[in-house]
């Protein structure tokens, strides 16, 4: 067999058996707790013309549902649950997000710099 043909059946075979997280590690990360009907922090600084992921933790005892109809993302964490969110390369602004389940205190912003 090819020396070439070998390594490439042998990187398709890594690629396909890492898990995705492994794959996306480079992202920058930030966290965000949501408890009790509001999130921390309610604010995020994130940089501009990068993709990013936030990792959600509902350490609630209820849902909660973090959504953005600025950015169209929502997801919703039942009490105990962390989640990851991927965001594409934003442009400088201040987007709003909130906790559809208490939506009168879950409240924050991603602001992109």
Known sequence: MNILKLLNRTAVALIFTLPPAALADDLPTFRLTAKNGHFSP???AVPA????RIVIKNEGSTP???ESIE?????????????????????????????????????GQIVVK
């Open 42 to 44: 309610e604010t995020i």
């Open 49 to 52: 013309g990068k993709k990013f």
């Open 64 to 66: 909660e549902e973090f």
């Open 71 to 107: 950015l169209r993302k929502e997801t919703v964490l039942a009490a105990g649950v962390t989640r990851a969110v991927v965001f594409a390369p934003m442009k400088p602004g201040t987007y709003k997000f909130f906790g559809d389940f208490h939506p009168d205190t879950a409240k």
